[in-house]
């Protein structure tokens, strides 16, 4: 496929002119129809049912965990080897919103699955941004005061 090198427009092989922006490629001209590869076909992410089915069960446990923080007032955070720690306060409200930030990008990997338009670049920036988003707020979660007032 050639193009244009001035405008990108698609030309034929022996072009003398470009319909676009009017690029001469005749006798004397510096300009010349620069050949392209043609772009790859669009395919869309394709995610392992596995690995769906372990997204969907993280769903359910995260709605669960964000639920019983607001109906408790607290967030657990179990430990390696036992224990664990309860964050109360604005602390466990921060938790919450974390966990509802981490459930929204699961779903979107869920959701990016059966999606066949040609939007991924939309899937990775939200993907993205929930991700830092997540982590921030979990931290800040972990590390509030239990109590401001």
Known sequence: ??????CDFQLAEKAKLCPSCKADFGAGSSWVPVYQDPPKPF?????????RIGYLVFIVFGIADAAYG????QVYIPAKRGGGSHIQGPG?????????VGVANLVAHILDHYDRRDNER??????TRTKYAFWGLYIIGLFMPSKWW
């Open 1 to 6: 496929m050639f193009v244009c090198p001035n």
């Open 92 to 100: 466990a409200w921060v938790l919450v919103v974390a966990i509802l």
């Open 43 to 51: 395919a869309p992410n394709e995610v392992p049912l596995n690995e």
């Open 122 to 127: 939309v899937y990775e920036l939200f993907n």
């Open 70 to 73: 607001v109906y408790a007032g």
